[in-house]
């Protein structure tokens, strides 16, 4: 199976920051490497697709970028409602395998 | 709009069967697959298997291979999960959630999720 770590696994940052999270593939996945978003209680939700496609709705201060290993997901400048955990998950090959999330709180 | 609607929560003993149901609409059903994602709690979430909702082929995590069987019914719009021999460690939430067509996957719509959980 293709292992996924993510990093931080939490952070803690201010209104308007920007901020990055990282996730790392335990094999070269390409770019079959999504995104999500999950707040406490409720389903994830997807944000990004193929490394680096934005999921229509999705506001466009979320990116999503790599290739090969290693990938990021960014948000530009971080708003009150982006708290959760952000988890990636390779579609590579089965079984599709999730990360461990990073959980993001706001200061 | 696409929705999809899961069964309510579930408590069942060690050992026993679970059966979740997720009702979808909003779209034509027999043109997409269905996978079922589970979360222990404070676990990350993990991948259980899929179905092809037109022509009812499955496939499975060998985690899970001979205890979980994945349905659907084209009438009723319905997929199903099915896992058995239910041990404390299958307490979790259980989502399902739809594919897009195409060659990629990825999970774009989910049900809310039911809780089901294995105690005595």
């Known amino acids: 199976d293709i292992q996924l770590t993510q990093s931080p696994s939490s952070l803690s940052a201010s209104v308007g920051d920007r901020v990055t999270m990282t996730c790392r593939a335990s094999q070269n996945i390409i770019s079959y490497l999504n995104w999500y978003q999950q707040r406490p209680g409720k389903a994830p939700k997807l944000l990004v697709y193929s490394a680096s496609t934005l999921q229509s709705g999705v506001p466009s201060r979320f990116s999503g970028s790599g290739s090969g290993t290693v990938f990021t997901l960014t948000i530009s400048t971080l708003q009150p409602e982006d708290f959760g955990i952000y988890y990636c998950?390779?579609?590579?090959?089965?079984?599709?395998?999730f990360g461990p999330g990073t959980r993001v709180d706001i200061k | 709009q696409v929705q999809l609607v899961q069964s309510g929560a579930e408590l069942k003993k060690p050992g026993a069967s679970m059966k979740v149901s997720c009702k979808a609409s909003?779209?034509?059903?027999?043109?997409?697959?269905i996978h079922w994602v589970r979360q222990a709690p404070g676990q990350r979430l993990e991948w259980m298997g899929w179905v092809n909702a037109g022509d009812g082929d499955t496939n499975y995590s060998q985690r899970f291979q001979g205890r979980v069987t994945i349905t659907r019914d084209t009438s009723a719009m319905t997929a199903y999960l099915e896992l058995r021999s239910l041990k404390s460690e299958d307490t979790a939430v259980y989502y399902c959630?739809?594919?897009?067509?195409?060659?990629?996957?990825?999970?774009?719509?989910w049900g809310q999720g039911t809780l089901v959980t294995v105690s005595s």
């Open positions: 998950q390779q579609s590579y090959s089965g079984p599709f395998t």
């Open positions: 909003g779209y034509i059903f027999t043109d997409y697959s």
């Open positions: 959630t739809r594919r897009p067509r195409g060659h990629i996957t990825y999970f774009e719509f």
